[in-house]
């Protein structure tokens, strides 16, 4: 019922920016908290950065001073800035969002399909 599209991947150099994005479509009610995973090659999805519907924000130790989260709540739709990449951050990153679809409906939790983030020296 709620799809999750993300962009803005791609292929930089260690010290670089990328601004990932993700869209949040569909039969939408209210979307609560919105997040970032990341998932390294052989390893499991962790949480990169997470973001509330007032703005608070969580972030996994290893990101903490480079990449920021946000979100635009009118057209339900996440961010992250990725600043000072390191070639530990390549990866898949995937758009999380808790939603409902109608009053009364339970939230449920939606992944995208991820968009792959590569750093090179």
């Known amino acids: 019922q709620v799809q999750l599209v993300e962009s803005g991947g791609g292929l930089v150099q260690a010290g670089g920016s990328l601004r990932l994005s993700c869209a949040a479509s569909?039969?939408?009610?209210?979307?609560?908290?919105m997040s970032w995973y990341y998932q390294a090659p052989g390893k499991q999805r962790d949480l990169v950065a997470s973001?509330?519907?007032?703005?608070?924000?969580k972030y996994a130790d290893s990101v903490k001073g480079r990449f920021a989260v946000s979100r635009f709540n009118t057209n339900n739709t996440l961010y992250l800035q990725m600043n000072n990449l390191k070639l530990e951050d390549t990866g898949v990153y995937y758009c999380?969002?808790?939603?409902?679809?109608?009053?009364?409906?339970?939230?449920?939790?939606?992944w995208g399909r991820g968009t792959q983030v590569t750093v090179f020296s």
């Open positions: 973001v509330t519907p007032s703005g608070s924000t």
């Open positions: 999380i969002a808790r939603a409902s679809s109608w009053l009364g409906d339970s939230p449920r939790l939606y």
């Open positions: 569909g039969k939408i009610f209210t979307v609560y908290d």
